[in-house]
């Protein structure tokens, strides 16, 4: 069978102006504080995003950061920086319900407002590095060859986010039918209703040809194990009803 490939008129609306292929920016960030290197998730964290020094989200966030250098602060007037929303999204499981209308998705969803400018300060820098490194595997930073060196300092920008404001949006739960299909014996008989966890898993590691450590380090072994069991327990714990007298955290299925 012939395959093609639709396409559409390029218009005004639906042509991506800087990059043919890019049309969003994904970025590797972490939460930290510079000033309060000791705060948690509990307290106020700024978000620190990780970028090539010469893309365009950096070098808008450089101009503007230079420009409003030296201005005195006015409580009126926001914070100093690019506006910029930020949002992640993490699927938890996909719920099969008896009818099409009621199928949805176990998630965890996030939107943040906030100010970003560009980190100029050194030591801020090598911080929010760090913090993004271990973001990916903790500890990893002490586990390599660092400091970076001048020209991957140089080559590497940090935005700084400062949080105005934010959203969150969680569905957890089974299967939420109408009274009509729970009373329907025939389909109930015939459509299986429940839901299906998903969930990350890490796999066996795989060295690099160049490798000479032989065996795997046993930080990166048991941050494997941990990811994974935490990965599948949230998993199926998201599938859970909520407990009689707990709150509910199964918004309408939209």
Same mark, same amino acid.
């Given at each position: 069978?012939?395959?093609?490939?639709?396409?559409?008129?390029?218009?005004?609306?639906?042509?991506?102006? !800087?990059?043919?292929?890019?049309?969003?920016?994904?970025?590797?960030?972490?939460?930290?504080?510079?000033? !309060?290197?000791?705060?948690?998730?509990?307290?106020?964290?700024?978000?620190?995003?990780?970028?090539?020094?010469?893309? !365009?989200?950096?070098?808008?966030?450089?101009?503007?950061?230079?420009?409003?250098?030296?201005?005195?602060?006015?409580?009126?007037?926001?914070?100093?920086?690019?506006?910029?929303?930020?949002?992640?999204?993490?699927?938890?499981?996909?719920?099969?319900?008896?009818?099409?209308?009621?199928?949805?998705?176990?998630?965890?969803?996030?939107?943040?407002?906030?100010?970003?400018?560009?980190?100029?300060?050194?030591?801020?820098?090598?911080?929010?590095?760090?913090?993004?490194?271990?973001?990916?595997?903790?500890?990893?930073?002490?586990?390599? !060859?660092?400091?970076?060196?001048?020209?991957?300092?140089?080559?590497?920008?940090?935005?700084?986010?400062?949080?105005?404001?934010?959203?969150?949006?969680?569905?957890?739960?089974?299967?939420?039918?109408?009274?009509?299909?729970?009373?329907?014996?025939?389909?109930?008989?015939?459509?299986?209703?429940?839901?299906?966890?998903?969930?990350?898993?890490?796999?066996?590691?795989?060295?690099?040809?160049?490798?000479?450590?032989?065996?795997?380090?046993?930080?990166?072994?048991? &941050?494997?194990?941990? &990811?994974?069991?935490?990965?599948?327990?949230?998993?199926?714990?998201?599938?859970?009803?909520?407990?009689?007298?707990?709150?509910?955290?199964?918004?309408?299925?939209?």
């Amino acid at each position: 069978m012939p395959r093609y490939e639709l396409t559409y008129p390029k218009e005004a609306h639906n042509t991506v102006k !800087r990059y043919n292929s890019r049309a969003t920016l994904p970025m590797i960030g972490a939460m930290g504080s510079f000033e !309060r290197p000791s705060a948690d998730t509990g307290d106020v964290l700024d978000l620190y995003l990780h970028g090539y020094v010469s893309s !365009r989200l950096i070098n808008i966030s450089r101009t503007k950061t230079t420009t409003e250098e030296g201005k005195e602060s006015d409580k009126d007037k926001p914070p100093a920086g690019l506006p910029v929303t930020v949002a992640a999204s993490h699927v938890d499981g996909l719920v099969l319900a008896l009818s099409p209308n009621a199928h949805s998705y176990n998630y965890r969803s996030a939107v943040l407002f906030g100010y970003a400018t560009l980190v100029t300060d050194v030591s801020e820098k090598l911080y929010a590095m760090e913090q993004i490194t271990n973001s990916v595997v903790p500890g990893r930073w002490n586990q390599t !060859r660092v400091p970076p060196n001048n020209a991957e300092m140089q080559s590497t920008s940090v935005l700084k986010v400062r949080i105005v404001t934010g959203s969150a949006k969680i569905r957890t739960g089974n299967t939420h039918d109408d009274r009509c299909d729970l009373d329907d014996e025939s389909v109930l008989d015939s459509v299986w209703a429940g839901v299906l966890p998903v969930h990350t898993t890490l796999g066996e590691p795989i060295p690099a040809s160049y490798n000479r450590v032989n065996a795997v380090p046993e930080y990166l072994e048991q &941050f494997r194990t941990d &990811f994974n069991t935490t990965s599948l327990g949230k998993a199926i714990e998201a599938a859970e009803e909520p407990a009689e007298g707990t709150k509910d955290t199964h918004p309408k299925d939209e």
